[in-house]
């Protein structure tokens, strides 16, 4: 869990910055039970394979897993449910034009705490083509190649 000024990071979703280009970033609440809120805190949430669909006026996050809570056995949640996110009208219906008009998708990017409260990162994405993903792959490469070299000429 890492710190970034006054939100705490709980859990980062790599695989999309490798499957998609991030066009646009929106903060969003999201609707939580009590014990996702404190599997959350304990940093077991996984966004891998998740993804935000608009359905009516309301968009949702789907196949976000936050496990069980570990000292909870009566009340607990369903893992994989379909939760709601929290967004202004406006921002609701910017996303609704922009992923009918561009094909985009809307993907999570980031689980924080910001003043106690679990907030979603959510990013209008265009999908990375496979020639494009061996394009950046070759770039990180040659980038920590060169910071090698660098690091290994200082000392």
């Known amino acids: 869990m890492r710190k970034n000024g006054d939100q705490k990071v709980i859990a980062v979703n790599k695989k999309a910055a490798h499957d998609y280009f991030i066009q646009e970033r929106l903060e969003a609440g999201i609707v939580l ?5 404190k ?3 304990e940093g077991r949430i996984n966004l ?3 993804y935000a669909k608009v359905e009516g006026n309301e968009v949702f996050l789907l196949n976000c897993h936050i496990s069980p809570y570990s000292h909870s056995a009566l ?3 369903d893992p994989t449910r379909k939760r709601k996110l929290l967004l202004k009208k406006r921002q609701i ?7 009918i008009e561009k094909g985009q998708t809307v993907v999570p990017l980031k689980v924080y705490l910001k003043q106690n409260l679990v907030k979603v990162e959510i990013a209008l994405a265009l ?3 496979l020639y494009d993903k061996r ?3 070759k770039r990180k490469d040659s980038e920590k190649q060169i910071a090698r070299a660098l690091k290994a000429k200082q000392q």
């Open 93 to 99: 219906s910017k996303l609704i034009g922009k992923a």
């Open 135 to 137: 394009e950046d792959m």
């Open 39 to 41: 599997s959350i805190r």
């Open 48 to 50: 891998k394979d998740s």
């Open 75 to 77: 009340f607990n949640h």
């Open 127 to 129: 999908g990375k083509k």
């Open 33 to 37: 039970q009590g014990t996702e809120v």
